[in-house]
C-alpha cells in the first residue's frame, strides 16, 4: 500500500473531476504522468479502472469499489490536515437528523461554541440509517440522532435525553382534542408522516401493527420538521416530539390529540465507533453531550 500510496492518490483526483487533465492540474502535475500512473495501477490490480472517452473519464464498476475505499482513507487524511491546521481549534464532524439536531444538539452546541469558539463544527444531516452508515464508513466523528437505531459492533449507543411523541391536529381538527382518540379511528383523517425507510416511519408502523391497525400515511415528507407546518396548514394529523410542538400548541395554531394507546418513549442517542480513539475538539463535544442528560 505504502508504495502505491501515490498511485491511489492520483486515482482519487482524477475519479472526484473524471479527468486526468484536471487531476494534474491540481496535483500540479502532468497528464501524460497522471496517465502513465493509472496505467501502471490498472496493470497491477489487473483490471480497468476507468473508462475513458471524449467527454473524460468515468469510473467503471470495479473503479467504483476501489473509489469506495479510497474515499474514505482520503477524507480522514484531509480531516486530519484540517485539524492540525486550525493552530490548536480543531475540528469536529457530526451526523445527525432532525429529532435530535431541535431536541438537544442545537442548545448543546451553543454551549460547546462558547466554550470552544476556534473549533471547527461540521454537521451532516440525514435520516437515522444514513447518519449510521456516515459513521460506519468513517465520514463523521460520531452521530446523534433518535430512536429506533439499528447498530452492531463496533459501534455503541450512549442515550441521551428522553422525548415523548403526541398526536397534533390544526384549526379544522380541533374537536378530536375534546375527547380520547383511538389509533383505529385516525384511518378517517388524513395522517402526515415522514417517508418509507426512516426510523420514525418504523416506529409508527410498528406502534400502529401492535395494536392490529395499519397506518395508512396521506402526505410522506423528507423531514421531521415538515410536519408541523404541514399540521398547521390544516393538511392532516400528525406526530412530533411534544417539545417541538410546544409554541404552535401555546399560540393556538394546532391542538394536541389525545390517544388511547401510550405512545412508547424515545431517545436522543449519541451512536459512536468504539474501533476509533477521539482526541481534542471531538472528544471534548462527545464529552459535553454525555453530561446532557446531568445539566439540562
Known sequence: MSSNYDYYRIFYYVAQYHSFTEAANVL??????ITRCMNNLEEELGCALFVRSNRGVSLTPEGQKLYAHVSIAF???EAGEEELRQSGG???SIGTNDAA????LLDRLKL?????PDVRVRISSHVTAQTIASLRNGLVDFAVVSTPLHIRRPLREIRLIPFQDILIGGPRFADLANRQQHLGDLGEYPIICLEEGTGTREFYQRLFARHEVKLRVDLEVAALDQVLPMVISDLGLGFVPAQM??????DGQVCRIPLAEPIPERHVSLVCDESRTHRGAAERLRRLLCGAEESA
Open 245 to 250: 410542538a410546544a409554541q404552535a400548541i401555546a
Open 28 to 33: 500540479k502535475n502532468s497528464q501524460p504522468n
Open 90 to 92: 480543531g475540528s469536529v
Open 101 to 104: 439536531l431541535h431536541l438537544l
Open 112 to 116: 460547546f461554541r462558547r466554550q470552544s
Open 75 to 77: 477524507r480522514q487524511l
